[in-house]
């Protein structure tokens, strides 16, 4: 079964930064990883992607944030600089495409997620 855990959000001052972990465990290999966020009363939102070749999509590139993944620990990370208060969110880890181990073929029938991580940005 495959299982999405998010780590490294916290409380920060603005202008600080913060650095989001996602470990995929279930799977020994993802196509596209990716950061959501949900803001208060707002819906999920995209923050940023990373495809199997490393290419990176991001909702606002405001170069604050940066996406980047790590194969062989099966993990995408999310690096935020010079944070908001806008920025206080849940955010989710998100993958798509993910190999199955027996059959070697990737299944993108399922959307997988994690269970989020507070991120609290104080003025």
């Known amino acids: 079964q495959v299982q999405l855990v998010e780590s490294g959000g916290g409380l920060v001052e603005s202008g600080g930064s913060l650095r989001l972990s996602c470990e995929v465990y279930?799977?020994?290999?993802?196509?596209?990883g990716g950061w959501y966020r949900q803001l208060s009363g707002k819906e999920r939102e995209l923050v940023a992607t990373?495809?199997?070749?490393?290419?990176t999509k991001f909702a606002e590139p405001t170069g604050r944030f940066t996406i980047s993944r790590d194969n062989a620990k099966n993990a995408v990370y999310l690096q935020m600089n010079n944070l908001k208060p806008e920025d206080t969110a849940v955010y989710y880890c998100?993958?798509?495409?993910?190999?199955?181990?027996?059959?070697?073929?990737?299944?993108?029938?399922?959307?997988?997620w994690g269970k989020g991580t507070l991120v609290t940005v104080s003025s």
């Open positions: 998100g993958v798509y495409g993910v190999k199955d181990d027996d059959t070697g073929y990737f299944d993108y029938r399922v959307d997988y």
């Open positions: 990373i495809d199997g070749g490393g290419r």
């Open positions: 279930g799977t020994s290999t993802i196509d596209v």
